[in-house]
């Protein structure tokens, strides 16, 4: 039962990096953080070129995820960095000047 959540977790992470990717955002990165902290397993950062295309990025995931369950979402107003957390799954989709000044990468690398 448990390799099954995990590989279920897996494509709906290759998932959410395809939308993204589809959609013309950029700088994707993935990061398998489950033995660095309790709240997310992996974590995608990935960058939108304007606040619109932030927030169109993540319409476009959570179109998506909805369908397999409830997710939240911050930052959907101003769209200068928007986070979904889905399951295991926490996903940063930043406006390219917003994601250069936190570097959060940088916490996880």
């Known amino acids: 039962m448990m390799t099954n959540v995990s590989s279920d977790t897996e494509s709906i992470k290759s998932m959410i990096v395809s939308i993204i990717d589809q959609n013309k955002g950029h700088d994707i990165v993935t990061f398998d953080v489950q033995n660095r902290t309790i709240i997310a397993k992996y974590m995608i950062i990935a960058s939108g070129d304007s606040s ?15 369908r397999h369950d409830k997710i939240d979402v911050e930052g959907m107003d101003e769209g200068n960095w928007v986070i979904l957390n889905f399951q295991d799954i926490m996903v940063h989709i930043f406006r390219s000047e917003v994601r250069e000044y936190y570097k959060i990468e940088e916490l996880w690398n």
């Open 52 to 66: 619109r295309h932030v927030k169109a990025l993540a319409e476009h995931v959570i179109k998506i995820l909805e």
